[in-house]
């Protein structure tokens, strides 16, 4: 008995001197099963939520992160179902074959060249209007607007029509959808540029900056979305897009202010996903799906996290500090997790978040299917045609007296607001939130008041809410007036800075007297201004 209990002891005692060898750094001990030590690498024990966000995304978590995702930090305890946590439970992807890359680390070249071309042509613009006197009245071919389009759709032509008519279903998609909805264009490629019938995509994204009145946040998004768009067509322009479709998560403002001057819709902090697709040598779609943001009005924002998750779940890397960022980065998906288009994509995205329709709460028994949803949206689309002919025909009635970019723009949305908030009436499938909350109220009067047959009452409460109604599909109107002189991007001191410096200061600057640009070669002072001739010296 005695040495039974010696020989129990030493093997206890060789255990210990084993456990005090061992790099515990690298391994912990595991079972003892039949007197055998198992040993479990580090790399494979179960993490906390915590340990997993640090080796998801290269670190603890930033405060920016835990602003996008407070839930999976509580004064540092994890609780419940958070992001992170999903992402433990769901298969991760096996194969780097399919991984998800972004753009500027994949084709460093073509990113480079898009950014250079933007830049070029931000100059470009800047020297052309470097003196505005009066608003812009007529517009070339290099500078094709809705305006253009307009007048030259009044005289038959038939390309110029159907550009206005893409218009006003865009107009309308992006005034009535906010969240759960998509659509699809087919793209022309002609010259390596990217367009719609007929016009350059990249010119008329450039006109916001021409156009628009932009604070710094609007200003850097749509610089930022026009070289996106120079990066497509740099893309395009290689083997990339033969194997992978590039897809851009356009994520809500931050900025409380931007938000409530631009229009954003706050209920559901709407996240854009676009994705372009190239399905032969000159076949090119592009697909946007809306999702929101948050799962419901009161929730926080997930939308920058699900991103992060997403693509890293994907063998990726991408971090969003700001909702800016995803605007920056474009993400290479292959086409094997793009079969079915962006609705893949959405799916993707919902699965990250948990218990969510295109981003929107949704309980356990209702319906998902993702097929049949976009089906509907197509629908959709082609049931608001009679509206779009309603506008269009309003529209061309009023072009004579119709003369600034400006102008067309915004008549073409007021007129699509109008007749929209007259539909919604009638139709409980429109949220009638879009038009703000006191045209909202009127509008669930009125379906009220229809609902009894109550006509005269019903119209009066429509006149109402026509009158209250605050809609956006597009920043043109930020700030609440139209664009002035001194309020397009290239009136904005921010644009002076791509010209560069010296030991003198900026090589460009605005002439005190005629706001012409003058641009000066390197450490040489100009004593005149190069348009006016106003002595410039100080």
Not at 29 to 36: A, M, P, V
Not at 72 to 90: A, C, D, N, P, S
Not at 300 to 327: F, M, P, W, Y
Not at 436 to 459: D, F, H, L, M, P
Request: charged share 25%.
């Amino acid at each position: 008995m005695r040495s039974m209990r010696l020989r129990w002891l030493l093997g206890i005692r060789r255990i210990f001197l084993l456990w005090c060898s061992l790099d515990v750094s690298h391994i912990r001990l595991g079972l003892l099963l039949k007197e055998k030590i198992h040993l479990i690498p580090k790399c494979k024990r179960e993490k906390s939520p915590i340990q997993q966000f640090s080796t998801t995304y290269g670190g603890l978590p930033s405060r920016s992160e835990i602003r996008h995702a407070p839930s999976v930090f509580l004064l540092g305890i994890h609780h419940k179902k958070t992001m992170i946590t999903q992402l433990e439970t769901q298969p991760e992807k096996l194969s780097t074959k399919n991984t998800w890359q972004l753009a500027h680390e994949l084709e460093s070249g073509a990113v480079e060249a898009a950014r250079q071309k933007t830049q070029n042509f931000l100059r470009k613009l800047a020297l052309k209007h470097s003196v505005v006197v009066e608003p812009v009245t007529e517009c070339d071919e290099q500078s094709p607007t809705l305006l253009s389009a307009l007048h030259a759709a009044n005289t038959g032509d038939s390309q110029a029509a159907e550009s206005l008519r893409i218009n006003a279903q865009t107009n309308v998609a992006e005034l009535l959808h906010k969240a759960g909805h998509q659509t699809k264009v087919e793209l022309d490629i002609k010259n390596g540029r990217l367009g719609q019938s007929g016009k350059s995509l990249a010119d008329i994204q450039a006109n916001a900056l021409r156009y628009s009145k932009l604070n710094d946040i609007m200003q850097q998004r749509t610089m930022q979305e026009l070289e996106n768009v120079h990066t497509f067509e740099e893309l395009l322009g290689g083997e990339v897009l033969d194997t992978h479709d590039a897809v851009v998560f356009s994520l809500s403002p931050e900025d409380e202010q931007t938000k409530k001057e631009y229009g954003f819709f706050t209920e559901t902090e709407t996240c854009s996903i676009q994705l372009l697709s190239k399905q032969g040598a000159d076949s090119v779609s592009l697909e946007t799906a809306l999702v929101a943001g948050k799962a419901h009005p009161t929730a926080l924002r997930h939308d920058a996290a699900a991103v992060e998750a997403l693509v890293s779940r994907n063998g990726g890397a991408i971090q969003l500090d700001n909702s800016e960022d995803s605007l920056r980065q474009i993400v290479l998906v292959p086409k094997e997790d793009t079969v079915n288009g962006v609705t893949d994509i959405v799916r993707a995205y919902d699965e990250v978040v948990g218990g969510v329709f295109y981003g929107q709460q949704v309980g356990e028994q209702e319906p998902r299917d993702y097929f049949a949803h976009a089906a509907d949206c197509q629908a959709k689309n082609a049931s608001f045609d009679v509206i779009v002919d309603e506008v269009l025909t309003q529209l061309l009635r009023e072009a004579p007296t119709i003369t600034t970019p400006t102008e067309a723009t915004k008549r073409l949305h007021k007129l699509t607001e109008q007749a929209l908030v007259k539909r919604a009436v009638n139709d409980n499938d429109i949220d009638e939130r879009v038009f703000g909350r006191q045209a909202a109220a009127y509008i669930t009067a009125a379906r009220q008041e229809v609902r009894t047959g109550n006509t005269a009452k019903s119209t009066q409460l429509l006149q109402k809410a026509v009158e209250t109604a605050v809609s956006s599909s597009c920043p043109m109107f930020g700030g609440g007036s139209e664009a002035k002189t001194g309020d397009s991007l290239i009136e904005n001191d921010p644009l002076l800075a791509l010209f560069g410096e010296d030991k003198y200061g900026s090589l460009a600057f605005r002439c005190p007297r005629s706001n012409c640009l003058n641009v000066r070669d390197p450490n040489q002072l100009i004593t005149h201004c190069q348009g006016c001739g106003t002595d410039v010296r100080c």
